[in-house]
């Protein structure tokens, strides 16, 4: 299946349970007691995209404004959750170092890569800019990072959720009951072919994040320059 046509069976399924009026709420969102934390290999788009996402989420916040919009330190596109957040991860249950140390063999060789960030995207609970990778550098980096892990004692939970495969970028999750459905279903699909524009990903993160890579939340562990 081609990256598109899993994109648009994701707006397909999510299409018609927004004209039904499901939405998925999360009931997490503003939980004061969400211990949920993992670990992810991130990058973050150019600061120029970004603010073409934030003016789109502008528009969707005037239809619905009570929904969670991602400020722009938040925007990222994950690469590898190395642990998914679970209740009670703590850093203190791994050595960083060890991981970094993984992390830097694997991704030697590796230089800069493009992302294409064209159209959007959904699933029941969220609104997702759709990602395009212009080669085969992210899909590299990906595999190495399974066969690394494979062969490490590390604790990881790689692909145990799902198998990552895209380049999107969440922007938006629902929080509360939608006011007017039918006008923000209509607002997405004016945006279903929109180009966001490409950034160029020269930098790799590591970060121990909670579910939703707030940034108050991120604490940032490592860094990898492409070259």
Known sequence: MSLQQHYDNLWSNSRQQFEAGAFELDPLLDATNDERRGITLLFRPVQEVRNEFLAFLEELKAVEPEQH??????????????????????????????????????????????????????????????????????????????????????????????????????????????????KFLKKLELYRQFDFGSSEVTELELVFNDWYQRSKEVRLLGKWKLR
């Open 69 to 182: 919009y991602y400020p722009s330190d938040d925007l990222h596109v994950t690469v590898m959750s190395i642990i998914s957040c679970y209740a009670g991860f703590q850093l203190e249950m791994i050595q960083v170092e060890d991981y970094l140390s993984l992390l830097k063999e694997a991704l030697q060789g590796i230089g800069p890569f493009r992302i294409q960030f064209k159209g959007l995207t959904a699933s029941p609970s969220c609104v997702i800019i759709q990602g395009f990778p212009a080669d085969e550098s992210l899909q590299e980096i990906r595999e190495r990072l399974r066969k690394a892990f494979a062969g490490s004692p590390l604790q990881q939970t790689l692909d145990q959720r799902y198998t990552i495969q895209t380049a999107h970028s969440t922007v938006s999750r629902f929080r509360k009951p939608l006011l007017q459905p039918q």
